[in-house]
Every structure is written in C-alpha cells, then in structure tokens.
C-alpha cells in the first residue's frame, strides 16, 4: 500500500525490490502528485473522504499510486451524490463508511508527504493543503509540515487560460477516457501526466519547472495563516450580520436619527473598519440593513469618482457617500 510496504519483503517466492528501485526511492528526488475529496466543506472545513496520491521518480515513472478512502465521520452534502453540478464520488456513502477514519493513515500520510526527499504538487493545491490541516486539526493530530507546487497557475501562466483539470489533461493530449473525475487518485495522476506534457513541451525536468516557479508553492503553514484570517473574518462578519436591521433603544447620540445605510461589497470586505463603523451608526442612531429597499445611503470605502455612477445612484434613491464623509457626521 505504501512505500514502506515497498521495502519490506513482499512474501514467500516474491523478491524484495531491486537495490535500484530502492535507491530511487530513498535518495533521488521524489514527486507525490496529491489529490482530495471532502464530504463536505461546511463552515468553510473540509472533511477529506478520500486522499488519492501519485509517487514518481525524478523522470515522473510512476513508483506507486493508491487512492485512500477514508469515512469523514460526517454528512455527505446532498449534490455529491445527485449527478448534478459535475461533481460526482466515485464510491458510494456505504464504502466510506466501512473505510477506517483520517486518524488511522494519519502516519502513513505524513511518511508519504515528508519522506526523503521529496518535491509535492496538485492541481489547486492550495484546497488540498487546507483539508489536510483541517483533518489533523479534527483528529488532534499534530500538523503535517510541508509544501506543495500548484500546477493550476502553472498552467494558466503558460498557455493564457484556465480550465478544469480533465479540461487541461485533454488539451494537453492526455488520454482521459481511463480517468475519473473526483476520484482522487485519478485526479493526481491527470495532475501528473499534465505537468509530464508541459515538461516536454519546454524541455525542462520537473525541478527545474518548479524552481522558475518558486511563487507556486503553497505551504502548510501559510494554509494555517490563511484559516485562521478567514476564521477572524467570519467572526466579525457574523457580528456585522446581527447588527443588520436594528436600531438602539439608547442611542448615544442622535446624529443620524434613524437613517438608513447599506454597505458596499469593497467595505464589508475590510471587515475591522466595517465592524467599527457598524457599531458608530448604531451608536448615532443609524440603522444599517444589508440590501436598501427604498431611500438611504450607500457607503463606499472609497467616494466613487464618477458623477454618472452618483447620478445613477440618485436616480435610484440612493445617496451615495464614503467613510471618511460619514465620519464627520459620527461622535
């Protein structure tokens, strides 16, 4: 099953690996092309059902390959089974629910990601980085350490386009048909065969693709970083929602006397400065809806510098004005 496994004797009348292969496993360059799939991603968490992977020399000859099913221990969302939306599993619910959990590969997982020396890659990488966190996160494992190369800006560096990984295995010439979509080591092995293809095409070996593109790594602990930014801001974000509609009983101040406002899309994006605000108009007597229905005012980050845009607004009931102009009417 793994590379391990490999390694020992395989059995009686079977010969252990050649001193090459072994050789080729422990001391040349090693790529892993890795490749998940979640039961669900609720509250921004993917529960990792499957974790296919691609284990190749230097050359990218195939040295093992196994797709590894897991049960999540969750709901399935609805859609991964409904044939629609182009997202379809490739076992059914009752085969994950017989596999053992993440917990039970976890050692296996992180021999495959951290042994050797070894160079990772998938396709929207990034994704499969954060669920691997996520996983050790809910089994109260210790975080995997490593990096991993994106293939997708890679791709759309080179040619100018972006595609869906078969979309990009078909351009590129591979042979799809044996290959199933969200069947995670298939989705590895197309990830491998694409990069294959683009190595022949530049006549460049695979480490030296990766260090042209040393930007394209994505590393676990910047996924942490990232998860713990989005954490903080689903949080305010929240806060923000539950001020929606509602106007104070005790106004501090009666500055704005029950005017209405709505945010801008740019400004709920700057989540600490819309969460202070939120709480002044509050203060001031305002009320803060999420979408205007009749008149108010539109509060952008930045004053819009176009009279027609303005005009268009007006037109519309709406006032328009910035932070900074609104800060002026605010105690």
């Known amino acids: 099953m793994w590379v391990k496994a490999m390694l020992e004797p395989q059995g009686?009348?079977?010969p252990p690996p050649s001193k090459n292969l072994y050789n080729k496993i422990m001391n040349?360059?090693?790529?892993?092309?890795?490749d998940c799939e979640c039961a669900n991603t609720f509250e921004g968490v993917g529960k990792i059902c499957s974790l296919g992977y691609v284990l190749c020399d230097d050359e990218l000859n195939v040295i093992e390959s196994e797709d590894v099913v897991m049960n999540p221990e969750c709901e399935f969302d609805w859609y991964l089974f409904s044939g629609k939306g182009g997202c379809q599993l490739a076992y059914s619910k009752d085969y994950f629910r017989i596999k053992p959990n993440f917990a039970a590969y976890y050692k296996d997982i992180k021999k495959l990601f951290t042994t050797g020396n070894r160079f990772i890659a998938g396709f929207a990488v990034s994704n499969d980085v954060g669920f691997v966190n996520s996983a050790c996160e809910r089994y109260n494992?210790?975080?995997?350490?490593?990096?991993?190369f994106d293939i997708e800006p890679l791709l759309h560096q080179i040619y100018g386009e972006k595609k869906k990984l078969k979309e990009w295995a078909e351009f590129l010439g591979v042979n799809v048909e044996k290959y199933m979509s969200h069947k995670s080591v298939d989705d590895a092995m197309m990830t491998m065969l694409c990069l294959k293809r683009v190595c022949q095409e530049q006549g460049k070996s695979v480490e030296e693709l990766m260090k042209e593109h040393k930007g394209l790594f994505v590393s676990s602990e910047q996924m942490l970083i990232q998860q713990e930014e989005r954490a903080y801001r689903r949080e305010v974000q929240e806060k923000i929602k539950r001020l929606y509609g509602k106007r104070s009983p005790k106004p501090r101040y009666k500055t704005l006397n029950g005017a209405q406002f709505e945010f801008n899309p740019k400004l709920l994006r700057e989540v600490d400065v819309a969460f202070d605000l939120i709480k002044r108009i509050y203060e001031n007597d305002g009320v803060v809806v999420e979408s205007l229905k009749g008149k108010g005012t539109v509060i952008f980050l930045e004053k819009p510098d176009s009279p027609e845009f303005i005009e268009k607004m007006n037109k519309r009931g709406f006032d328009v004005t910035s932070v900074d102009e609104l800060e002026e009417k605010l105690r």
């Not at 040349?28 to 890795?34: I, P, Q, S, T, W």
């Not at 494992?141 to 991993?148: D, E, V």
């Open 28 to 34: 040349h360059k090693n790529f892993v092309f890795f």
């Open 141 to 148: 494992q210790n975080y995997i350490n490593f990096r991993a």
């Open 12 to 14: 009686e009348g079977i």
